[in-house]
C-alpha cells in the first residue's frame, strides 16, 4: 500500500528585491501572484519516503538540492530520504542562482530553505494516508516554439517549431474518493510577464495551481516540461510582447480547464509502484575565446550588467590560462509514483530531448514518463546539435549561466545517462 501526505507554504518576499530570469535593475513593485511551495511525501510500507518538492523560483543548485535532502533527513529521522527539487522557472521572483548576472540575496534564499525544509519535515511525519491514482492527459495551446527561423535573428514566433501541447495529471485520491493532491505537467516557459516589469509572479502556473486548488480543494504541484524552446504566444509583429494581467490569468484557466479535463472521469486505482533512482550527468565544455565573447557582450550589455560580466570574464580567462575547464558535474533522476516515471533533467531543456527520452523508454516498453527540465540544479541552456548549428540565443546563453563555454554534446550526455536511469528503473520491474 502506498501512503502519502502533502503540505503547502509562501515564500513571497516583500517587493523590493530584483526579479530574476532577464537582465534588469528595477527593483520588484508590487505582488501580481504570490510564490508557493508543495511538498508531497510518498511511501510505501516500511522504506524509506520519496518526496517531491515544487517552488515558484528560477532554479536550485545542485548544492542547494543535496543540503536541503541532507538536512531533512537529519530532521525527519529518515536517513534514507529522497528529494526531486523541480523549479517553475519563473521569471517573476527574485535571484536563487549565481545567472543572469545577479547575485542571490542571502536573507530571501535563506527564509526559501527554511520554509521548505519545515514543510518537508511536516510531511514526512504525517505521511500516513492511504492513496490510490488516476492518470489523465488533455492539450491546450497558449504557446509556441521561439527558435529562430532562416532569415531571423533571435527569437522569433515559430509555428512550425517543435512544442508539446500535452498537459499530463496524476491524481491522488484518499480511500474515501476526495482528492489529497494532484500533479500537472505542462511545457511552457513562464515569461508571459517580465520580471523586469518590477511585479512579483508565479506566472501561468500559480495562475492554473490557483484554480485548481479552488476547485479541488488540495494542493496541486507543477511539474515543469522541457520549455527551453517554447514560451507563450503573447505576439507584437514578428516577436513577443507582455501579457496583460488579464491574458496572464487567462492562461492559467485555461491550464486549469485542462488539468480538469484530463482528470475528469477518470478512477483512481491502486498502484504500489515507488522507486528512486539517480545518476551523475558529466558534461564537457568546448573551448571558447573569452575576449571575443566579452567585446561582443560588452557592446551589448546594459552598464549596469557589466560589472558582473566583466568578473565572468576575467575567471573563464583565467580558467583557461591556467590549463582549460573542468567538466560541469550534475545529476538526473528517475522517480516512479504510481503509473507515472518522473526523469528529470538539471536545466533547460528543449522539447526534442525530452521527446527523445520518451521514446526510449517506449523503446523499452516503460509508459508514463514524464520528461522534466528544471529540477534538482542549473545548468544553463541543453540543446540539440541542430541547435548548436542553427545558432540563436539558447546554444549562445552560457555566459547568463556563469558557465565558461558550450557544452560539447550534451544531448548524446543526457540520452546516455538516461538510457542507465531506464535500465535502472527496469531492473526494479524485474526483481519486483
Not at 508543495?38 to 510505501?44: K, T
Not at 507584437?236 to 507582455?242: C, V
Not at 538516461?418 to 519486483?432: N, P
Amino acid at each position: 500500500m502506498m501512503f502519502a501526505a502533502v503540505q503547502s507554504f509562501d515564500f513571497t518576499p516583500k517587493p523590493g528585491l530584483i526579479l530574476q530570469g532577464h537582465l534588469s535593475d528595477v527593483k520588484s513593485s508590487e505582488v501580481l501572484l504570490p510564490l508557493e511551495g508543495r511538498v508531497l511525501a510518498l511511501r510505501r510500507g516500511d522504506e524509506p519516503p520519496v518526496v517531491v518538492a515544487t517552488l515558484d523560483v528560477i532554479g536550485v543548485s545542485l548544492e542547494f538540492n543535496d543540503r536541503v535532502r541532507e538536512e531533512a533527513r537529519r530532521r525527519s529521522g529518515s536517513p534514507g530520504l529522497q528529494l526531486l527539487i523541480a523549479t517553475s522557472h519563473t521569471h517573476g521572483a527574485p535571484a536563487t542562482l549565481p545567472a543572469i548576472g545577479m547575485t542571490p540575496d542571502a536573507d530571501y534564499v535563506g527564509t526559501l530553505e527554511s520554509r521548505l525544509l519545515e514543510a518537508i519535515v511536516r510531511a514526512v511525519k504525517g505521511c500516513d494516508v492511504p492513496v490510490r491514482f488516476a492518470v489523465g492527459s488533455s492539450e491546450t495551446y497558449f504557446h509556441t516554439n521561439r527558435r529562430p527561423i532562416p532569415g531571423a535573428g533571435g527569437g522569433c514566433v515559430n509555428r512550425g517549431g517543435v512544442f508539446d501541447p500535452r498537459v499530463r495529471t496524476l491524481r491522488l485520491d484518499r480511500a474515501d474518493g476526495s482528492t489529497l493532491a494532484s500533479l500537472f505537467c505542462f511545457s511552457c516557459h513562464p515569461t508571459s510577464i517580465a520580471g523586469s516589469t518590477g511585479k512579483i509572479s508565479s506566472d501561468y502556473p500559480g495562475a492554473a495551481r490557483r484554480v485548481i486548488e479552488e476547485k479541488t480543494g488540495a494542493p496541486a504541484l507543477f511539474m515543469p516540461g522541457c520549455f527551453g524552446n517554447i514560451r507563450p504566444a503573447y505576439i507584437q509583429g514578428e516577436g513577443f510582447r507582455n501579457a496583460t494581467v488579464e491574458e496572464l490569468m487567462h492562461s492559467g484557466e485555461l491550464l486549469a480547464g485542462a488539468v480538469e479535463r484530463a482528470t475528469l472521469g477518470q478512477t483512481a486505482m491502486q498502484a504500489d509502484r515507488l522507486s528512486f533512482h539517480a545518476a551523475d550527468l558529466k558534461l564537457e565544455y568546448m573551448q571558447s575565446d573569452p575576449d571575443a565573447i566579452w567585446k561582443e557582450l560588452s557592446n551589448s550589455l546594459p552598464n549596469f550588467a557589466l560589472p558582473a560580466y566583466q568578473r565572468w570574464h576575467d575567471r573563464v580567462k583565467g580558467q583557461l590560462q591556467a590549463g582549460g575547464y573542468a567538466p560541469a558535474m550534475s545529476r538526473m533522476q528517475a522517480v516512479a509514483i504510481g503509473p507515472v516515471l518522473l526523469m528529470t533533467i538539471p536545466g533547460e531543456s528543449v522539447q526534442e530531448i525530452g521527446y527523445a527520452i520518451e521514446r526510449a523508454a517506449e523503446d523499452r516498453g516503460i509508459n508514463g514518463v514524464w520528461a522534466l527540465g528544471y529540477c534538482t540544479d542549473m545548468t544553463g541552456y541543453l540543446v540539440t546539435q541542430r541547435h548548436k548549428a542553427e545558432g540563436g540565443y539558447e546554444p549562445n546563453a552560457y555566459p547568463h549561466f556563469d558557465a565558461p563555454a558550450p557544452f560539447v554534446n550534451e544531448e548524446e550526455a543526457i540520452q546516455r545517462t538516461a538510457e542507465k536511469l531506464l535500465e535502472s528503473f527496469a531492473q526494479t520491474l524485474r526483481t519486483a
